[in-house]
């Protein structure tokens, strides 16, 4: 096929040029994005009991929900935290769980189940819509927080016309009050009327709360049956409630008055000490950022008029800005990368051949880019630095390519014959060498979870750039190369600028070096292979990074003050740590976010938020002081200054989450001891050196007031328990009662009475039912204060019960520093397995068991990829020792990989172990094509001595040039300190510099060993 095309030159040209402009518009078309697009096989669950303590809410909520889901196909674990009138619950699913059905079982499954919940139980809320990242996220801005929050319904408003915009998925605000109706009654007034709690209760849920009356059927017309309430809430005041003594009508109005009061408000955001809302635009999967964000801004610009002139708007974060910084940064790398590649073409080749080579390189690309799209693979930084990694690797096919026929035409070839047999000569290991990289880079798309979406891009760009270098190696290279020799008018000169010296070296090669490995062949392969085998011992004095920082300005820092801390308390005391870091004169920008925590834009979202917890995110000047040095700086000082805090300091991961550095999943089913446990623990830890911080999921316990019922005076008056909750409630958070429509959601109307003001105690003695059993002389029933009916204890519950897959489970995280995790952990196991009973079990994981699980992964990969690449050479040399010499050269090259990462200390995490597997498929070439040749020129007649010292001048040439290109493709990534790609840069480039010069002496060495016995019998 390949010589039908090389024979048609005008038609194959005319057929790839289309390709290339096809090529080119994807390019334009691509979607371009910061990382990877990352979809969670996550949902939630939210249930709000108000009122509820966290036992109550354990066991009438989340655990009836736990035991159904744990039962669904697919769904991996089911982890829950039981707060104070609050279950959330987090599903996560199986990698290859399908997401659609798993999900609408969970919808039947809450359904059934929250038919059984407590009458005041909310409906539960699903969210299945998770995804990372944001686009982008404005402040609105006044001194006046006031002002601020009159602005709502301005700012309400703008949600759906953002959301309206093609590519925006979700918006979300922070910052604002929410709203309600409340119902106060009037005690004197029900007194004076003689009206109860539960007459107001029962006429207004009566009125609200209307069964659906379904259909009716007449002859042949199906009619649906309504029946006319309330509509609105205002009109709750006119709902009946009973005749009075002079039978005249009493309605609700006139024992209570509606008033809509803000009823919560979960955070309060301050930017540079100005009072703040945050709005934040989350974008759908697959859309262009440049493109949204250009559309996005300027709509948001055109809302911001409707705000008042004093009220200013701020972009705050745009991915974009990123995208733009990313692209830039890569572009350089990728112009220097392709100038590199050219300049090393030109050393060894003549000025035609390598402005050949050089124009390989746009069109290989171009022809990678057409199956992207239907890859599911954007443009983002993953992707550009596979397109960086296969510059390296897409000239060398074309160089053997050119090499070949150059040798040919120099043989005699006329100028299609030369093409055609040159390029048939090599196009078998061309075309295997290609297929050895699609081997190791395939498996690695099938890489699970988080980590392997993260990096799937990488392969898939590879894999089809490659290809591509094939294809215009077998075509293009010979046609161009016929032509120039049919129009050729002179002597061909000398082969690039360093010809001679190649040429040189070739000879000096074959005649110096290769003359004494014939004579030793087994002494010098034993050498190498001792020297290669004694680097692996450098492993470990290599540092260990899963996921570096990246290098970005912010820093996020987050803290959980005791529970029962108050949402404006701390605010005041993050103002207070604020002011602290203000001092730093690196630090140039900050914002509280008090309450739920940042909108998710920083990758530091707080678990187990509420009104004690808060965070601030600091921009620092990279110039002066990068995160990682504000990180050590600030942490333990500000821990010290807040010693009943938790505090800690991070910044943006160059990678997908991977969680605590070592966590400890303590079990039981007695939540005391489990406390106890986890007490103990904790402290034990903490008096280790370099525990850092030690936090668990619970936090500190919160101060609690119990009521103590005395059942024989509530016997004497027949006073139920409830009663007595409802008339505590009724002074403090108030008792829903029904719910009303409010636009498409419905809202809950809640009735208080003489609400208790912040700071003051319940007066109990003010608080009075009516006795069931005793009336006055006048026939009312007496009024019993509650102070007789319950004492008052103070006590301190836990604020929060977790789960994990329906047990009780609370999860130790330590944050050791960098230097101390290998030590502390081996430490941590130790403290953890003395705490291991017949009712209580530990396990310790975190940072090093996902990194050991990821390495066992890649680990398994690999050995595919060396397995498929070895029956892959099977088939090419019809040998089964052959493709093992072959196969040794990964071996070299990864013991090249871990000189390069100890000399440069660089660590050895998730991308350095991606560059050693790539390695499996870029070496394999340069032994290819030294055995190829010397089974070529033993066929000839050749001996085994002469096959091998010929392979010195005639393959020194393609092996060097093929190396030292790979390796100028990525020195730019290599030096231009990327905390993410330079570990994969190093590993690979001192993988193949080594690489190359150990198979210079191995392969000719084994290869004499391996044949010498069956060239002399044949």
Known sequence: MFNALIKKPKVTLIFLLLLVVIGSLTYFQIPKREIPEISLNVGTITTVYPGAAPNVVERDITTPLEKELLDIDGMDSVTSVSGLGVSNIVME????????????????????????????????????????GAIASYNILHEDRALLLEQKDIIEGWVPQL???????????KGLEESGYTLNLDSETMQEERVLLPDVITAIQNELEITPLGSQQEGNQISQLTFEHIENIEEVENVFLKKDEEGNSLYVGDVASLTQIPTEQEDLITYNGSP?????????????????????????????????????????????????????????????????????????????????????????????????????????????IGIIIALGILVDDAIVVNDNIQRRYQLGDGPLKGAITGTKEVRVSIITSTLAIVFTFLPLTFLGGPNGAFISALPTVLIATIIGSTIVALTIVPIFMAWRQKKKARKQGKNGLLGSQFDKAGNWYSSKILTKVVKKP??????????????????????????????REEVTVSVTYPAGTPLEETESRLQQ????????????????????????????????????????????????????????????????????????LSTIEAGPPVGA???????????????????????????????????????????????????????????TAQEISNQIRLVTEGIPVGSYEAGLERETLTIVQDLVEDGEKINLEALELPSKTETTEFGAPVLIPLSELVTVEETEVLPLIPHKDGDRTITVRVYPGEDDKQKLEAEVKDIAASYETDSISVSVGGESSARSDFFIEVG????????????????????????????????????????????????????????IVSLAGIVVRNATVFIE???????????????????????????????????AALLPIAFSGDVLFTPLAISIISGIFFSTFFTLLFVPAFYIVIKRKKVKEA
């Open 163 to 173: 959301e309206d915009i093609d590519g925006v998925r979700k918006v979300t605000i």
């Open 577 to 648: 740590m604020e002011e602290s870091l203000k001092t730093d004169k690196a630090v140039y920008e900050t914002t509280i976010f008090a309450g739920s925590g940042e909108p998710g834009i920083f990758g530091s979202t707080l678990s187990n938020s509420g009104e004690n917890t808060g965070q601030i995110v600091l921009r620092v000047d990279r110039e002066q002081q990068s995160a990682a040095d504000t990180i050590t700086k600030w942490q333990p000082e500000l821990r010290d200054e807040n010693p009943d805090a938790v505090v800690m």
């Open 522 to 551: 087994l002494l010098t392969g034993l050498a190498v292979l001792t020297f290669c085998t004694a680097s692996y011992a450098l492993v470990p004095f290599i540092p260990v990074v899963f996921f570096p920082s990246a290098d």
């Open 933 to 967: 040749f010397m089974e070529s020129r033993l066929q000839e007649g050749a001996t085994l001595s002469e096959a091998v010292i010929d392979s010195g001048k005639a393959r020194l040439r393609p092996v060097v040039l093929t190396a030292f290109t790979s390796i």
């Open 860 to 915: 398994k990969l690999f050995l595919i990829v060396i397995f498929l690449i070895y029956i892959l050479m099977v088939v090419q040399f019809n040998s089964l020792r052959l493709p093992l010499l072959i196969m040794s050269s990964v071996y070299l090259a990864i013991s090249g990989a871990m000189i390069g990462l100890f000399i440069t200390q660089t660590g050895l995490g998730f991308m350095a172990m991606m560059g």
């Open 93 to 132: 699913l199986t990698d290859d769980a399908d997401r659609d059905k798993v999900f609408s079982q969970v919808q039947q499954k809450v359904s059934d189940v929250s038919r059984e919940f407590p009458e005041d139980a909310f409906e539960p809320t699903i969210n299945t819509d998770i995804q990372m």
């Open 661 to 719: 550095p070592i966590a400890l999943t303590v079990v039981g089913e007695d939540i005391e001891e489990l406390m106890k446990s986890v007490n103990g623990m904790k402290e034990e830890i903490k008096s280790l050196e370099g525990s850092g911080a030690v936090i668990d999921d619970v936090g500190s316990a919160q101060p609690t007031i119990s009521y103590v019922p005395n059942r024989e005076a509530m016997e004497e008056h027949g006073i």
């Open 276 to 384: 703040a809302i945050s709005l934040t635009i989350m974008q759908e999967k697959g859309v262009d950022i440049p493109t949204l964000h250009t559309t996005v801004d300027e709509e948001m610009e055109r809302l911001a008029k409707d705000l008042p002139e004093e009220v200013e708007m701020d972009l705050y974060y745009t991915q974009n800005d990123i995208v733009s910084k990313i692209f830039k940064d890569l572009g350089i790398s990728f112009l220097i990368s392709i100038l590199a590649v050219v300049l090393i073409t030109f050393f060894g080749l003549n000025t035609v051949s390598a402005i050949l080579v050089a124009i390989s390189i746009p069109i290989s690309i171009a022809l990678g880019l057409i199956p992207l799209p239907y890859a599911n693979v954007d443009l983002n930084q993953i992707s550009i």
